[in-house]
């Protein structure tokens, strides 16, 4: 069984650096691709990256491609999320998720509790 606890998040402003984590309780955390959500108020939820098990490869949506960036450390089970340049329409809840395979982030198995994450202007 796999738990997926986060920290992080909070209130920033235009401009801000903030960082998630997700802490991935359970085994072989590096069998396992990893993907970090958002999902604004009326939205639906949006992909916004992923990475493989080990870590090799990444992909980043275009909404927020060029300003954060997706890590992992297999030593310490965590993903991270360095969110830099925030804007006010990044507000939402971020979630972390754990996929069924190590290269593509699809078919999750479990789900972090969620971050909440405002950026003012």
């Known amino acids: 069984q796999v738990q997926l606890v986060q920290s992080g998040g909070g209130l920033v402003q235009r401009g801000d650096t903030l960082s998630l984590s997700c802490v991935f309780h359970?085994?072989?955390?590096?069998?396992?691709?990893m993907a970090w959500f958002r999902q604004a108020p009326g939205k639906e939820r949006e992909h916004i990256s992923c990475?493989?098990?080990?870590?090799?490869?990444?992909f980043v949506a275009r909404s927020v491609s060029g300003r954060f960036t997706i890590s992992r450390d297999n030593a310490k089970n965590t993903v991270y999320l360095q969110m830099n340049s925030l804007k006010p329409e990044d507000t939402a809840s971020y979630y972390c998720?754990?996929?069924?395979?190590?290269?593509?982030?699809?078919?999750?198995?479990?789900w972090g509790q969620g971050a909440q994450v405002t950026v003012s202007s």
């Open positions: 998720a754990a996929a069924s395979s190590g290269i593509y982030c699809e078919d999750f198995i479990s």
């Open positions: 359970g085994d072989s955390f590096g069998d396992y691709a």
């Open positions: 990475i493989s098990s080990s870590g090799s490869s990444t």
